[in-house]
């Protein structure tokens, strides 16, 4: 099998039962707190393999099952592109997911070798929740590594807040860093985080040295805009200083690569005309200016979201339509970098 955007396997308990984590525990412990918490959680993350058995059985364990807020969370299985009809719910015990060979593979590789799919349809795909930390218990069934031919080349790194790795997507493949990357022919490699997003210099220094990309999306500023731990607003000075270190870190470690950065979403704040949020977006446009690197682009986070009206309630994250603007305009936008327009 392969754990995709799972950097570290940590056993927990007494029997075979590993954690899932998208980044070192060594990295995620000198994060900000909310970062100790949401960098556990598998938004982003998938378990691949190819089926040598007509069944295969996963045994899951939600870790963090008190946490969630309907008692369950869900779970996609995808033949390459092909999504299976039914989600999968995994609750407070552990959940087997049971997997059989598509009676229509054969029609599903014809489809996917006339179309040039990015994914082959023999991959399985378990792709895990947003909300949930997971543990892989054990699997049923034999098994094999996925093909160097059986997805994308080219990855995206999307680098953000919970927006960036999937809050409010009713499943786990609606989330724009999801839509994104599959409208491009892209693999996505999420290291984002609820709450925790704070431009943090180590995760900088993560991101420069990560060598497994080909594209990045960076969202920059709804986390330290509002100082949720002291109750008030963040400093547009200590933002600025941060994205100052931030934005140099990984452009100048990826001269050759495309860096697309933005502000904050379409946010309750463009509505109650708050003057921070000014300053903050200044911050990231007046850095890549001022870096003027042909690969750096800065895109305003209202480009991309354009309305308040495609947010949840809470006025912060958007809503399923406000994911999907979100990805066409994205997709659209770094096309139109890639092809010279």
């Keep these: 099998m392969a754990f995709h955007n799972v950097a570290e396997l940590t056993p927990i308990g007494e029997g075979t039962a590993v954690q899932l984590c998208r980044i070192p525990t060594e990295l995620r412990l000198q994060l900000h707190a909310f970062a100790h918490d949401s960098g556990l959680k598998t938004g982003g993350m998938e378990i691949r393999f190819h089926m040598i058995t007509d069944r295969v059985t996963l045994f899951l364990e939600v870790v963090n099952a008190a946490q969630l807020t309907s008692g369950h969370t869900v779970a996609q299985?995808?033949?390459?592109?092909?999504?299976?009809?039914?989600?999968?719910?995994?609750?407070?015990?552990?959940?087997?997911?049971?997997?059989?060979?598509?009676?229509?593979?054969?029609?599903?590789?014809?489809?996917?070798?006339?179309?040039?799919?990015?994914?082959?349809?023999?991959?399985?795909?378990?792709?895990?929740?947003?909300?949930?930390?997971?543990?892989?218990?054990?699997?049923?069934?034999?098994?094999?590594?996925?093909?160097?031919?059986?997805?994308?080349?080219?990855?995206?790194?999307?680098?953000?807040?919970?927006?960036?790795?999937?809050?409010?997507?009713?499943?786990?493949?609606?989330?724009?860093?999801?839509?994104?990357?599959?409208?491009?022919?892209?693999?996505?490699?999420?290291?984002?985080?609820?709450?925790?997003?704070?431009?943090?210099?180590?995760?900088?220094?993560?991101?420069?040295?990560?060598?497994?990309?080909?594209?990045?999306?960076?969202?920059?500023?709804?986390?330290?805009?509002?100082?949720?731990?002291?109750?008030r607003p963040g400093s547009p000075d200590e933002f600025r200083e941060r994205v100052d270190y931030f934005i140099s870190r990984i452009a100048d470690a990826h001269p050759d690569q495309w860096i697309f950065c933005t502000d904050m979403f379409t946010f309750k704040g463009d509505v109650s005309q708050g003057e921070d949020r000014l300053a903050f977006r200044s911050a990231v446009a007046d850095k890549v200016k001022q870096m003027n690197k042909p690969k750096l682009v800065y895109i305003p986070g209202t480009d991309l979201l354009t309305s308040a009206s495609l947010l949840t309630s809470d006025l912060i994250h958007p809503s399923e339509e406000g994911l999907m603007e979100i990805s066409n305009r994205l997709v659209d936008i770094i096309q139109s970098y890639w092809s010279g327009k």
Excluded: C
């Design 77 to 231: 299985v995808y033949h390459g592109i092909f999504q299976e009809t039914s989600p999968r719910i995994l609750g407070t015990h552990v959940t087997e997911i049971v997997i059989e060979r598509p009676s229509e593979l054969a029609l599903m590789k014809q489809i996917a070798d006339k179309e040039g799919l990015a994914f082959a349809p023999d991959l399985v795909r378990v792709i895990l929740p947003y909300e949930s930390q997971i543990a892989f218990v054990r699997v049923e069934g034999e098994t094999e590594p996925p093909r160097a031919d059986s997805f994308p080349d080219k990855r995206l790194l999307v680098y953000g807040s919970s927006i960036s790795n999937g809050a409010s997507a009713v499943r786990p493949t609606g989330s724009y860093a999801m839509r994104t990357a599959a409208g491009m022919g892209m693999d996505l490699l999420n290291v984002s985080f609820a709450g925790g997003a704070m431009v943090d210099r180590v995760m900088a220094d993560y991101l420069a040295a990560l060598s497994n990309w080909d594209t990045a999306f960076i969202e920059l500023g709804i986390n330290m805009i509002w100082d949720v731990q002291k109750g």
